[in-house]
Every structure is written in structure tokens, then in C-alpha cells.
């Protein structure tokens, strides 16, 4: 199938294709600021009078973005005292935590050939059923915790593992089958919102009340910090995602499929069952991203739950080559611009949107390695 | 028309596919272009032809040196290709193909097809084609399709003829028939380049012979020159093209099938009411033309066909109804037909590959985990063991040559304990070095007492790896017979005629 194997061809690009790639975004979102930046467009004005003015401006449009974005994700050096200035990085791993579980998730499914983008769906089933169970569901912490934690993992699994049940008996494609069954998980989200069934009884807006207190991923660093318990899981996921592909038979058989159905069909491996296993996998760890977004970091269930770390996702599977370090990586870097973008737009009026453009060109440029290698002059990776 | 070549080098990125070739084709003459697969056979004639542009040396035709940009000046120019694939539309007539290109018009832009059909008569007889111009080209025999394309070059004036292996989709009586037209084509003055790497065809029609290897030419050889020499020249070394098997000892009849009936995906019937048995330590080699039901056959017995009525058992099991990996479990050591499809996985090391069919089994897998350390073991031992020639067990599947593919996959079905063993073409576009490993490993495979079928679509491979030799037409069984039944039978078998 053709997306399959431009899926594949970008899995391929070399990893100095990938930072290339990322340098060549920021470079590109930097014109954009100084483009929009209102002193710049004042100081061309009168460029031929005073041409310094002109640079002096875009300098300090361009890299007071940037230090802003550096203020906002990494570590703010203009804070009072230390607690303050590493509290950006937190902010940063906190939102990495969902992206990269997801990320994970797809990852899963892109090496074993499946063009999984519905993690959006699974991020929504996941959080409906963590956050249905964490709300309602009365028992001891140590029992609701890990039952809402797993209600998470096994919503995003039934919901992955249907498309691949779908494709395993009816041969459905399953680009086309994740983006519907997205369509699915919002609206039924919306629906269930308005209902009874996770509608706060007070509130006439489409909201659920909030979880219990013991079935919250602790917050790691008291309540000034939005860094949560489910960052662990993240790690831990990473982990197991290594080992999965790496080496457990499963993953084997999954890489396997992805890279020659026929082969595997020959060898005896079972492709319709992989197909469900591979979707069932790969939405357990979106479902997981839910669960830490309804039990770390939102604590009510509304239709934006899912935010938008479904098509992030895509990207940062796709930049970390789909490969589990790869994904953290990437993950931590999207993580960074969407804590960033909050202090860049606060401080420089630069509009947080930018950063969207980043990652639009991220993809842009991974998906044209063609177009890196000849900016960059890379030699093209030749394989024998 | 004489063609020369003259220095022609042609090169892809770092690999040089010809270098300093040259070669003089005379009129009433055929020229044999004679080596293994990857030869350069192929680039030299797609630069003879205009597909490719040599980046040194140059084409003469009656010593006026050529340029062609593209295959319509090559044909302006005088060269006909017969291609190995057919270039024809099978919904057209005859005629309505042959002129493809360079349609003749009447007035006001009509199709003049009488103009085009007496021209396909003529021809038609002046040869001995027995061509009806009006047939219907997807309806004739494949060997009739490629007088059909002989025509396509005769018609514009061909005077140079490329034949690209013109022999591997025919019967043995159609290669026959088609040495007759090429001797024919000679005496008619035609300049005739005649590519293949089968012996026995050079030995029959060649006047003068050049080898090529590895994109060179290593010398020219004599029609008398015995096969082994030829073979030898082709590979670069002495080689035994006689396969050595002692007479075969018979076990228990271990595999059986009975009233083999299957429908493909389409719900066409491909497997006529198909019965034989194999014995313990024979060899039952399944000839046929290509496309006569082998592939669906071998198929229903690794249990990757569902509509299937009769019965197929290995040592009294029933094999149908049952998974691939079950069929598998049961000792069935499967080489597919297109290794690299079918059979491995391009991307995947040849330590990963060795276990594709047993990754989840001892020793190879403890629990849910791959045991890295057994893989690396197994695949060190394999690689010595078969002479797997690769820079390393972590050298993917995709960078090794064909022979080297297939020795991975000799490797990993021939290390399970088999009851069965079903090889798809085994040696199909392998060079003469691998195709003596892979025959000696299904002897010895043979000769431990295990069960053997082989797809073979070269008589010769039939006739020396059989112990005897059932003929496929059509999707029936045309017959089961002794190896040593003579090759004017078994074609006539393979043709359906007798």
C-alpha cells in the first residue's frame, strides 16, 4: 500500500536528516516572527536611512521570541530563585508525558507497517473510561488508582484493536477506519458529556464532575508544579516499547509484518491476529496518554481532553523514526514548544501559533528529506 | 545490416553494469550473448536499444555510428526487440498489434487494417508462422504471441533482431520451433543477437558466442565447445553441471494427495481432481510451463488456500483445513517461489531472517522474550554451514546476491525437523555455482529419508533432481512417469498434447 511505504521511507531518513530538519523549522518560524514583529516592519520602513535599525529590530524580535520559548520550556534565568526557574522544564516533561505515550502508541503500529492515526480516538476512549471509572467508581486507593489507570489502557485498546479487527476480517483500510473512529470517540465524548452518564448533575455545560482525590497520578512536585506520577508510566512505557519491538517475539513478528506481509504469512505468523494485537497495543499506550491527561493534568472530563496530542502524536512518532528513545526525544521537544509558546506569546506578543508552524514544517521537511539534503548539502545515504 | 558495439561502458551510480563491451553482429548470423544473471546482458541491449544512454563508446550500423535517444530511433534505425515480456495488448488482433506505433492511415486519419493484415500474411508465410491476423492476441498460445512479436519487428523493418531470453515463458517444443525460426530469420539475412544463459539452446543455434561476466567481456567460445566449458567461462571457474545422486531409497509412502480440487480468490477453478504420493526419501519433481496450477498446488500444501475439496496428508495427517503454522509445525520445509517476496524479509538481518517461521520457539524464544544471544549462535553456525557469503549475520537480507538469499532460506527450512520438503523453482535465477549447493542440499535432504517436492519449469532441472516427474497442464496432473522418460515426451506432456 502506497502510504505504507512513504511511512516507511520516512522512517528511514537518517537521523541527521531529523536535526536538520528541526534546525530548518526554527530557522524558518524565526522569519516568520521577525515577519510579523511590528518594530521590523516600522525599522524597513526607513531601511535606507538607517539600515542598522532594521537588524538591530529583527535581532530582537527574533531572539526575544526565542529566549522567551527558552524561558517558558527549559529553564527561566530571569526567576527569583531556583524553584521558580526549573519550573518550566517540569511544565515541559508534563506536557511531553501524554504526547510521547501516544507517540509511542503509534510508533508501535507505524513499524509494523499499519498507518495508525487514530490515536486522537484512543486518547478519548482511554480518558472516558479512566476518567468514568476514576469519578464513579467507589473503592480503596489502592485498588481505584490502578483500575483507573488500566480502565485507560484497556479504553484506548478496545478502541485501537477494533480497527484491527476490522482490517484482520473485512480487509478495511485503517488510515480511513482510525480517522472515522476519531470522528466517533469525539462526538460520543460530546454526546455522553450532555448525558447523564458523565455529565456533572449540577452544570449545565457539558463537563463530568471531577476524579477522586485517590485516583490521581500524585503531582511530583507539590501543587505549584504540573508535573505528575504519570510521567513515570511514560518512562516505564518507553521501556516496555523498547523491549517490545526489541525483543520480545511479538514486536519480531510486528516488524516482521510491517516489512513483508507475504513473508510473514509464509512463515506460518498469523496476520490477521497481528493486526488486532499490533492496533490493540499501539491504543492501550494512546489510552494510557487519557488516562494521565484525565488523572494528572485535567481532573474533569470535557470534550477537549484529548487536546491536540492525537495529530502530535503523528508528528513525534514520525520524528523519533519510531523508535522508542527517538519518541521521547521528540516528545520532550513538542512538549517544550507547547510550554514555551505560553511564555513566548505572554512576554513577546509573539503569537503562540507559531509554534504550530514549527511542527507543520517539521513534518514538512522530514517528509522532503530530498529538499534537507539539498539545503544542508548531506550526501544521500546509499544503500547497498 | 552488421551491428558493432564498440566500447560500450555504462555505469549506475558506483557500479559499472558494462564496461568497454564490444561486440560485431554480421549479417546472417547469430550472435549469442551468453552469461549469468547480472551479467549486464540486459543494460547492453536496453543501450543497444536507446533505453539507456552509454556514457562511453558507440553503436555502428554498417559502420555509421548511431545515436539513439529513445527505442522509436533505434526501430527507425533498423532493431527489433523481442522482449522477454511480451509488449502486447491481448484485447487487439494480430494485426491491430503488429502496427501499433506507426499505424498506417488513409485519407481523412482511417485506419488502413487491410494494409496491415496483408502484411502480417505475407510475413506469416514467407516464415511459416501459421499467424491469422485477426486472432484475438490474448487467445493464442504464448508462443504464438511471440511469433506475433517477431512480426512487430519484422514489419518495420528490423533488420538487427533482438531476441531477450526468448525461452523462458515456452514449452520445449515451442523452443524448439522458435530455434527454427531464428535459423530461418538467419538464412533471410538478418543480423541476430540472441541472449540467454542456457546452454543447451546456445550449443543448437549459435554461430559465434561472446560470455559476459560481471559487466565484461571475458571472450568469445565456439558453438562445439562442451557445456562445461561454456559454463565455465559464464562463472569464472570449473564447474560440475551434472547433478550426483545415487539411486533413491525408498521409505513409506509419507505424502499423499487425493482428488485435489481448488478455486483461486476469483472463484476460479486452478486445481483439476490433482492425485500423487511422494515416499520417504524421493524426490517427485512437478514440471510444467509456468502458470499451469504448480504455484496454487504448492499452495494448498503449505495451507495458504482456502476453497479446496480432496485430500492432502502427510504421514496419515489431513493437511487440509489446518493453519500455515500448523502445517509448518507438522514438518513442512517450504522454499517459496519468489524468495524475496515470499520468503524473507528484505529488511530484516540474516540472523532475523534464520527464524522467521520460529521466532516465538524454543531455543530461540524463552517466554515472551527473543533470546538475542541463541539467534546470533544459530546464525554465526548457519552462515559457515551453508557458505553464506555476507560481510556479516547482521547484513539485512536485501544486501545479499540471489544465491545468497536463497542458501538463508535453504538454511532456515532445512534446520527444522522435516517430514515434508516443497521447494518452488529452487534455482530459479540463480547463478551455476548456487544452483550446484542448492541441488546437492535437496539430495542430501532426499537421502536423510525425507519426502521432496519440487517445482521445476526447466526440463533439465526436472530430469537430473527427479526421481520421477509428474507434468502439470492446466491445473491436472497430465501424467506421472520415470526421470529418464526423453525430453521429446515430457514436452509433449508439458504442452498438453499427449
Redesign the interface.
Known amino acids: 500500500m502506497k502510504n505504507n511505504r512513504i511511512v516507511r521511507e520516512i522512517l528511514n531518513t537518517s537521523a541527521s536528516t531529523t536535526v536538520f530538519a528541526v534546525l530548518a523549522s526554527f530557522i524558518v518560524g524565526g522569519v516568520l516572527i521577525a515577519v510579523a514583529n511590528q518594530d521590523v516592519q516600522t525599522a524597513v520602513g526607513y531601511f535606507f536611512n538607517r539600515p542598522g535599525d532594521t537588524f538591530a529590530a529583527l535581532w530582537n524580535a527574533v531572539s526575544g521570541a526565542y529566549a522567551a520559548m527558552f524561558r517558558g520550556a527549559i529553564y527561566n534565568y530571569n526567576a527569583h530563585d531556583f524553584a521558580n526557574g526549573i519550573s518550566p522544564i517540569t511544565d515541559t516533561l508534563a506536557f511531553a508525558t501524554p504526547i510521547t505515550l501516544a507517540g509511542l502508541g503509534l510508533a508501535v503500529a507505524f513499524r509494523s507497517g499499519l498507518f495508525n492515526i487514530g490515536a486522537n480516538g484512543q486518547i478519548i476512549f482511554g480518558a472516558m473510561l479512566s476518567g468514568w471509572v476514576a469519578i464513579y467508581v467507589q473503592a480503596p486507593v489502592y485498588v481505584l488508582f490502578p483500575l483507573a489507570v488500566l480502565a485507560g489502557l484497556v479504553g484506548g485498546a478496545i478502541w485501537g484493536g477494533l480497527v484491527g479487527l476490522l482490517k484482520a476480517t473485512t480487509g478495511a483500510n485503517e488510515v480511513i477506519v482510525t480517522i472515522m473512529f476519531n470522528y466517533i470517540a469525539v462526538y460520543l465524548l460530546g454526546y455522553l458529556l450532555k448525558t447523564p452518564v458523565l455529565k456533572a448533575p449540577q452544570s449545565i455545560n457539558p463537563v463530568s464532575l471531577p476524579v477522586q482525590n485517590d485516583a490521581k497520578f500524585p503531582l511530583l512536585f507539590g501543587s505549584d508544579y504540573r508535573l505528575h506520577a504519570g510521567f513515570f508510566v511514560m518512562l516505564a512505557a518507553v521501556a516496555f516499547v523498547w523491549?517490545l519491538l526489541n525483543?520480545?517475539?511479538?514486536g519480531?513478528?510486528f516488524?516482521?509484518l510491517g516489512?513483508?506481509p507475504?513473508?510473514?504469512?509464509?512463515?506460518?505468523?498469523?496476520i490477521g491476529m497481528t493486526y488486532i494485537l499490533v492496533m490493540a497495543i499501539s491504543g492501550a499506550l494512546s489510552g494510557l496518554a487519557g488516562a494521565s491527561q484525565i488523572l494528572g493534568t485535567e481532573r474533569v472530563l470535557t470534550t477537549g481532553v484529548a487536546a491536540s496530542y492525537g495529530i502530535d502524536a503523528i508528528t513525534v512518532a514520525l520524528l523519533g523514526r519510531s523508535k522508542p528513545l527517538g519518541v521521547l526525544a521528540a516528545g520532550i521537544l513538542f512538549g517544550a514548544l507547547r510550554a514555551g509558546a505560553v511564555t513566548m506569546q505572554a512576554n513577546q506578543n509573539v503569537p503562540s501559533e507559531i509554534v504550530l508552524v514549527v511542527q507543520s514544517l517539521i513534518v514538512l521537511f522530514i517528509a522532503a528529506p530530498p529538499l534537507v539534503r539539498a539545503m544542508f548539502r548531506l550526501p544521500k545515504v546509499?544503500?547497498? | 545490416m552488421k551491428l558493432e558495439l564498440r566500447g560500450i561502458t555504462k555505469r549506475f551510480?558506483a557500479m559499472v553494469a558494462n564496461d568497454k563491451v564490444s561486440l560485431t553482429v554480421q549479417p546472417g548470423e547469430i550472435h549469442c550473448l551468453l552469461g549469468e544473471n547480472g551479467a549486464g546482458k540486459s543494460t547492453l541491449m536496453n543501450v543497444l536499444y536507446g533505453l539507456y544512454q552509454a556514457d562511453e563508446g558507440e553503436i555502428l550500423l554498417d559502420d555509421e555510428v548511431q545515436k539513439f535517444a529513445g527505442p522509436g530511433e533505434a526501430m527507425a534505425a533498423g532493431i527489433g526487440m523481442v522482449h522477454q515480456h511480451f509488449m502486447l495488448i491481448p484485447v487487439f488482433t494480430v494485426a491491430e498489434n503488429v502496427i501499433l506505433g506507426h499505424e498506417p492511415t488513409k485519407f481523412g486519419g482511417v485506419l488502413d487494417l487491410k494494409q496491415a493484415r496483408d502484411k502480417v500474411r505475407e510475413l506469416s508465410n514467407r516464415f511459416g508462422f501459421d499467424i491469422d491476423p485477426d486472432a484475438i492476441v490474448g487467445e493464442l498460445p504464448v508462443g504464438v504471441q511471440q511469433r506475433v512479436e517477431i512480426i512487430k519487428a519484422l514489419i518495420s523493418d528490423a533488420k538487427v533482431l533482438v531476441f531477450d531470453e526468448p525461452t523462458a515463458v515456452l514449452t520445449p517444443q515451442e523452443t524448439d520451433e522458435l530455434m527454427a525460426i531464428m535459423k530461418q530469420l538467419r538464412q533471410a539475412g538478418h543480423a541476430i543477437v540472441f541472449i540467454t544463459h542456457k546452454l543447451r539452446e546456445v550449443k543448437e543455434v549459435a554461430d559465434r558466442i561472446t560470455v559476459l561476466r560481471l559487466g565484461k567481456v571475458v571472450g568469445e567460445a565456439k558453438p562445439t565447445d562442451t557445456a562445461e566449458q561454456l559454463a565455465s567461462m559464464m562463472v569464472g571457474r570449473a564447474v560440475d553441471l551434472d547433478v550426483n545422486k545415487g539411486a533413491p531409497k525408498l521409505g513409506k509412502k509419507a505424502f499423499v494427495v487425493e482428488g485435489l480440487n481448488a478455486w483461486n480468490e476469483a472463484g476460479t477453478q486452478v486445481l483439476f481432481d490433482v492425485s500423487l504420493d511422494v515416499h520417504e526419501g524421493e524426490i517427485l519433481v512437478i514440471a510444467g510451463v509456468q502458470g499451469n496450477g504448480q504455484t496454487e498446488l504448492t499452495e494448498v500444501i503449505?495451507g495458504?488456500h482456502a476453497r479446496t475439496t480432496g485430500k492432502v496428508s502427510l504421514d496419515d495427517q489431513d493437511l487440509l483445513g489446518k493453519?500455515?503454522?500448523q502445517?509448518?509445525?507438522l514438518g513442512l520445509g517450504?522454499v517459496?517461489e519468489d524468495r524475496t517476496?515470499?520468503?524473507?524479509?528484505?529488511?530484516?538481518t540474516i540472523a532475523?531472517n534464520l527464524?522467521?517461521?520460529r521466532?516465538?520457539r524454543k531455543p530461540f524464544?524463552k517466554g515472551?522474550?527473543?533470546q538475542?544471544k541463541v539467534v546470533r549462535e544459530f546464525a554465526q553456525e548457519k552462515l559457515k554451514q551453508y557458505d553464506i557469503r555476507a560481510q556479516s549475520i547482521d547484513s539485512t537480507a536485501k544486501?545479499l546476491s540471489g544465491g545468497n538469499q536463497q542458501k538463508v532460506v535453504l538454511a532456515r527450512e532445512l534446520s527444522r525437523d522435516l517430514r515434508l520438503l516443497v521447494a518452488s523453482q529452487p534455482t530459479r535465477g540463480l547463478d551455476v555455482g548456487s544452483i550446484e549447493f542448492v541441488h546437492d542440499q535437496i539430495i542430501a535432504a532426499r537421502d536423510s529419508g525425507i519426502p521432496v517436492v519440487i517445482v521445476a519449469t526447466e526440463l533439465d532441472e526436472a530430469t537430473q533432481l527427479g526421481d520421477r516427474i509428474a507434468v502439470m497442464y492446466r491445473g491436472k496432473i497430465v501424467g506421472i512417469v520415470p526421470a529418464d522418460t526423453p525430453r521429446t515426451v515430457l514436452g509433449q506432456m508439458m504442452a498438453g498434447v499427449a
Not at chain 2, 341 to 348: I, T
Open positions: 523491549w525483543r520480545s517475539t511479538i519480531y513478528q516488524r516482521a516489512h513483508n507475504d513473508a510473514s504469512k509464509v512463515a506460518g505468523i498469523n546509499v544503500k547497498a | 551510480g503449505l495458504a493453519s500455515i503454522k502445517i509448518l509445525d517450504f517459496p517476496q515470499d520468503g524473507l524479509v528484505g529488511e530484516f532475523e527464524i522467521l517461521d521466532s516465538d524464544a515472551p522474550s527473543i538475542p544486501q
